[in-house]
């Protein structure tokens, strides 16, 4: 079975801190996505990285930036956190194949104080 | 851009009966994938099933299954013998087979078990 996992499940920062979340995959997938997900609006695209060193911007990119410096983890970093970041955060990882779903972590509930 | 609606926030079910969740899209492609993932209380979002677009049959998976209608973009799904453990926030999601990597998803709708 996949495996990705988030370095916390729950974690508390507080507003202009540097943030750091980190998502660790274990079946060697290409593609690996950050989404925020909030009451009432599903989940959006934050960014993805289609291989080491590459990355996309996704829908809602502004405020975040990615890192993936080596295959199996994908760091999301808040510069300055602010409040309206609180939010859960959730990380996926594919395989690139055209039939393979995304596979993913428990999340990170951020609260940013 | 592709957009998926989820027009039902909440949905009840008594156990052992049938229920299903409704899901519409907006797309000019032609061909791409539709999934439904489960996400239960605290816990990981799991695949439920997925449709090729370009399949007519419609997926099966166990008590799960799809009514996907192409011409009227919509993608359904359906559970049969409702369990207490399908209590979970369902989210419908697209993707494109031009622009692979990304999940375009719905807002999710909460459905709730009865015993």
Not at chain 1, 40 to 49: D, H, M, P, Q, V
Not at chain 2, 31 to 57: C, G, H, N, T
Request: with cysteine.
């Amino acid at each position: 079975d996949v495996k990705v996992t988030q370095s916390s499940r729950y974690l508390v920062k507080r507003t202009g801190e540097k943030v750091f979340l980190e998502c660790v995959q274990d079946m060697d997938h290409e593609n690996m996505f950050w989404y925020r997900q909030d009451p009432g609006l599903g989940l959006r695209l934050i960014y993805f990285s289609y291989d080491v060193k590459m990355k996309e911007k996704g829908d809602i990119p502004e405020g975040y930036s990615v890192s993936r410096e080596k295959k199996e983890r994908f760091s999301l970093i808040l510069e300055s956190a602010s409040t309206n970041q609180t939010s859960m955060y959730l990380c996926a990882s594919r395989l690139v194949r055209e039939d393979q779903p995304q596979h993913f972590g428990d999340g990170t509930r951020l609260s940013i104080l | 851009a592709q957009t998926v609606t989820q027009s039902q926030p909440e949905m009840s079910v008594q156990e052992a009966e049938t229920v299903t969740l409704s899901c519409t899209y907006d797309t000019s492609e032609s061909d791409y994938y539709l999934f439904w993932y489960k996400q239960p209380p605290s816990r990981q979002m799991i695949l439920v099933i997925r449709q090729e677009a370009y399949k007519q049959q419609n997926a099966t998976e166990n008590r799960f299954s799809v009514n996907f209608q192409k011409a009227a973009k919509s993608f359904s799904l359906k559970i049969s013998d409702s369990q207490l453990g399908d209590a979970a926030m369902y989210f419908c999601a697209y993707r494109s087979t031009t622009y692979g990597n990304k999940l375009v998803f719905g807002a999710g709708t909460i459905l709730r078990v009865k015993s």
